[in-house]
């Protein structure tokens, strides 16, 4: 059974701290790995798909990595508009399952 | 482009009683998910079709919930009768087609049950 697991549960940085959230997952063959980010009362919002070990995707302060076992998502020098619950989710080879990890919830004071 | 649309955004109900939410999925995607996050959890898979026939629903409650897509576009997904555990956000996305590419959500159908 697939399975995506996400540390830590939540964190809390001082503006402009940088950090590591780790996603790692077990499936039946890896076709992609996603990265959403989900605003309080919203629906979760796409951030990047990786799609092999050593590749990297980048976005303003966030940049996702993968390796076979598990992605990072990197916060460098956060603002307070990070804050959100950050979601992994993987397809796996079969193309059918689309599964979440919990997220983890992220804070960033001023 | 027009986004997922769900309604109602936020639903109240007695325990035993019945709901509905409804799904208009991004134009030209032919498959369409239906999730339940509960509160400080990752969303749960549902129920996925493509086009209007059903590829997943194992994870559905089947003696309450049922869903449905009509002429391979919109979508509802009831629940009856409700129980306090259904308690939940009730996400609805759509992709392109199964496997390929991102999932695309609505804001999500609140639903509080007392």
């Known amino acids: 059974e697939d399975q995506v697991t996400q540390s830590p549960e939540a964190l809390r940085l001082q503006e402009g701290e940088s950090s590591s959230l780790n996603c790692s997952y077990t499936?039946?063959?890896?076709?992609?790995l996603f990265w959403y980010r989900q605003d309080p009362g919203k629906g979760p919002e796409f951030l990047f798909t990786?799609?092999?070990a050593g590749e990297e995707k980048e976005k303003e302060r966030l940049k996702a990595t993968l390796t076979k076992k598990e992605s990072f998502l990197h916060i460098t020098a956060p603002k307070p508009e990070d804050s959100a619950t950050y979601l992994c989710?993987?397809?796996?080879?079969?193309?059918?399952?689309?599964?979440f990890g919990p997220g983890t919830r992220l804070s960033v004071l001023p | 482009e027009a986004g997922v649309a769900q309604s109602p955004r936020y639903k109240i109900i007695e325990k035993r009683q019945s709901v509905a939410f409804w799904c208009n999925p991004i134009?030209?995607?032919?498959?369409l998910y239906w999730y339940q996050q509960i509160l400080g959890q990752g969303p749960k898979l549902l129920i996925q079709?493509?086009?209007?026939?059903?590829?997943?629903d194992s994870q559905l409650p089947k003696d309450r919930f049922s869903a449905e897509r009509l002429k391979g576009v919109d979508s509802t997904l009831k629940i009856q009768p409700a129980k306090l555990e259904d308690s939940a956000v009730y996400l609805c996305?759509?992709?392109?087609?199964?496997?390929?590419?991102?999932?695309?959500f609505g804001e999500g159908s609140r639903l509080t049950v007392l």
């Open positions: 996305a759509s992709s392109f087609r199964s496997g390929v590419g991102e999932l695309f």
């Open positions: 499936v039946s063959g890896l076709r992609g």
């Open positions: 990786l799609y092999s």
């Open positions: 989710a993987v397809w796996d080879n079969y193309g059918q399952n689309f599964v």
């Open positions: 134009s030209g995607h032919a498959t």
């Open positions: 079709f493509q086009n209007n026939g059903v590829v997943d």
